[in-house]
């Protein structure tokens, strides 16, 4: 591994992330611990019927991103090269699901029943077998040059594909194999906002998010604009985000809540996590100007959940 990663694997590792080949990682979730310990699943689950316990939560590219979004948890590197930019640090999409699976199994040996009691055999035999990828833990997604390699490979092996992208990247997203369902993270309702949220690294950054979120309407799977609020930042002017929202046609709106965890820590604070009753009012107004409909929400995990559709799609 070269010099300018070695620092920031080293801190990664320290907060329990588990690091496949060059550039990616997988790290446990707090609601599969919760799930298998308490049975106490996350709002995946609650909506979408992913198993929090059998749910790979993963990155083809932990620490590199094309924005620094102040609320991001993502550890930022020191030297901005990506290693995508050298052949000989592209990592196989089925290399990197291997190692997935290989860490899965080391992260589930923790809580194998033998030793921990409050965990059924049941439940932990369940686990063995993942029904879930989230390509969702850190860092930007689309800059792994064999994306749709690693969704088709996903699928292969069984796996529902959760995909979560900034949308800066619109060349991507127009070319993507479709996975079971497609994010796209709106942090700001307007370019000014976006700049102060996101310190984007690139000058077209709020342009191409744009075109991403047209995209959204020629995709036939569910599709999900994410809206990740931070009270006293990007947690305004909800008539603007409408808007935008509106000119992808998404399938769910999500109102999230911002948690004050990781990175983010240097930049904000807890009186910046919003309380949910404060997201649900901000979801309310949301629902307001694009006629969507508040469907569900789950108070943990600080989301609320709006569609035109009566329920969500399950995958089951």
Known sequence: MEDWFKNEFKILKKQKYHIIGHHSAIKKCRWTHNSLIKNEPCYKEKFYGLK???????????????????????VRPQDKLFPFNNPKYIDDPEYILDGCYYEWKRILSGYKPSSNKKVSWEKWNEAQNPFSIAISLSGEPTLYPNLNGLIEASFKRGLKVFLVSNGTRPDVIESLLPPSQLYISLSAPNKKIYGKTCWPS???????????????????????IRLTLVKGLNMVNPEEYAKIILKGNPTYIECKGYVNVGNSR?????????????IVEFAKKIAEFTGYNIIDDHPPSRVVLLSRLKKPIRFS
């Open 52 to 74: 929090s316990h059998r749910c790979l939560q993963m990155s083809p590219s932990v620490i590199w991103c094309t924005n620094n979004c102040l609320y991001c948890w993502r």
């Open 202 to 224: 690139f000058k077209t950054n709020w342009d191409n998010l744009q075109k991403s979120i047209e995209l959204l309407s020629t995709f036939s799977n569910p599709t999900t």
């Open 266 to 278: 240097k930049y904000l604070t807890m009186e910046n996590m919003p309380f949910h009753y404060e």
